[in-house]
């Protein structure tokens, strides 16, 4: 029994490593998702097009291509990472160029009446975008934001790959010392699953404090 | 059709020179002109389709033109002169100018996400560079004016129909434009809420000297209201007069039409 918790602790060690990439990979891929999204909707077309490459770029090609690429390439060119910098970085510009789309369909679905208000009470086109747009976009993104997370903490698995010791990465750790398939592999299907609702739970929440008033009802 | 005798020697706030506008191949207003006195109040009434609402669009740069000129407070709206000659004027040109003109729509447009008076302030606060306690002490002012004060912290959704007309007019107010448009601002309203908002109007038409251009369906509201009645059809102005001319003694065919049909539907005018 003893022998199992250590092992345990292992695979604990991976999962405190998962929960980081998925933290930085999602705020890195945030931040992608606002620039390409916004970007697809500029006036500019330099910026519209930068914005599309990207998009069709990290969409179109494999995250293990892209993350081989930022660990073992990127070097070639003079830009050594490190493991966790190499995931976070595929990680976040992979699922980005997804939550890019989400932002730009979101911004969408504003109605045309709203920027008709902007202009009419002389708002510029930041500010329009900043009070009035964006918030309301930003609840239509929730739930789809919440879909990619979960995405980007599974697609974290891939890491393991470039020996970045994550969850799955010490699963296999104590598969090969212990010989036992079962037990580490169960442990870290119930990690997963366990991350991924809590970060469920956290966006309905985060959606229900935002979408409090809009409906009439005053929670 | 512009009486600029009616005008006198006083310069038009508004002057609207020959403004052509087509939606494809749809000609919706036909080098339409007319000058507007400052302070003077305009029913604008006519069939759906005559452009009644795309001018008024135009005038809050909801709309492109196609040809022609508008004046507004001695500016050109879409133009600026350089080396002698008119050309398209540039977003901060429009910035300037649409500081002089406020709008209420048919359907409100309320922020959603903002309560009451927040939708009251925003703009004064965001482009007036106005402090928060000063926009907010004029925005309770302007909702107590419309019988909203008691709604400040509500959120829109939580409002009636006339109830979100009303905090509209305020927010339009909050940025005090000499001009304000009126788009059809109680068509969408039940009928029993319809009163409200223009009571709304009527004290704002007595309590200002602010010029206001009213679309509207309402023909005893715009006979008590206007001073001047414009009568739209196919783009261009038909007839104009005061209401009591328009009203009862209609010159024009088209115009003894359309007020024949909309008693017929009941209106009393």
């Known amino acids: 029994m003893d022998q199992w918790s250590g092992y345990l602790g292992l695979i604990l060690q991976g999962a405190w490593v998962t929960i980081e990439l998925t933290i930085l990979g999602s705020a890195l891929a945030l931040v992608m998702a606002f620039l390409a999204g916004l970007g697809r909707l500029s006036k500019l077309a330099p910026l519209r097009w930068l914005a599309t490459a990207y998009i069709e770029f990290f969409r179109g090609t494999s995250i293990f291509v892209q993350l081989f690429w930022a660990y073992f390439v990127l070097p070639l060119l003079g830009v050594p990472l490190s493991p966790l910098q190499a995931g976070v970085l595929a990680l976040g510009l992979n699922v980005g160029a997804y939550a890019a789309e989400v932002v730009r369909g979101a911004v969408l679905s ?24 964006l918030p309301q976009a930003f609840i239509v993104m929730l739930p789809t934001f919440g879909n990619n997370a979960i995405e980007l903490l599974k697609a974290t698995a891939v890491v393991s790959l470039i020996s970045l010791a994550d969850m799955t990465f010490q699963a296999q750790v104590v598969r090969s010392q212990t010989g036992n398939t079962l037990i580490p592999f169960a442990t870290i299907l119930l990690l997963y699953f366990a991350m991924a609702s809590a970060l469920s739970w956290g966006v309905r929440r985060l959606e229900r404090k935002l979408a409090r008033g809009l409906d009439g009802v005053r929670a | 059709m512009v009486l600029a005798g009616e005008i006198g020697v006083v310069q038009p706030i508004i002057k609207v020179d020959r403004i052509s506008k087509n939606f494809g191949a749809f000609q919706c207003l036909n080098e339409l002109s007319f000058e507007v006195a400052p302070g003077e109040k305009i029913a604008l009434i006519g069939p759906s389709g005559s452009g009644k609402t795309t001018i008024l669009r135009i005038l809050m740069t909801l709309e492109t033109i196609n040809s022609g000129h508008i004046e507004v407070d001695g500016d050109q709206l879409y133009h600026v002169e350089r080396n002698g000659q008119l050309v398209a004027a540039d977003e901060a040109h429009l910035h300037r100018m649409r500081q002089k003109i406020g709008m209420v729509f048919q359907l409100f447009n309320l922020f959603p996400h903002k309560s009451v008076l927040d939708n009251v302030t925003l703009a004064p606060i965001l482009t007036k560079k106005m402090k928060r306690a000063d926009a907010e002490r004029r925005g309770m002012e302007l909702l107590d004016m419309v019988g909203m004060a008691d709604k400040a912290k509500a959120m829109p959704a939580q409002l009636s129909g006339g109830q979100k007309q009303r905090v509209a007019i305020a927010r339009a107010l909050a940025l005090s434009p000499k001009i304000m448009l009126f788009d059809e601002v109680t068509s969408a309203l039940d009928p029993e809420l319809v009163e409200e908002v223009l009571n709304v109007m009527r004290k704002l038409a007595a309590e200002t000297d602010m010029t206001m251009l009213l679309v509207t369906h309402e023909m005893s509201f ?48």
């Open chain 1, 110 to 133: 504003v109605g045309k009446e709203q920027y008709e208000a902007c202009v009419a009470l002389n708002l510029n086109r930041w500010q329009c975008m900043r009070h009035i747009i």
């Open chain 2, 222 to 269: 715009a006979n008590d209201f206007a001073d001047r009645i414009l009568f739209f059809d196919g783009g261009r102005i038909v007839e104009e007069g005061k209401p009591g001319e328009i009203f009862r003694h209609p010159k024009q065919e088209r115009t003894q039409a359309f007020l024949k049909k909309i008693i017929a539907a009941g209106q009393r005018i």
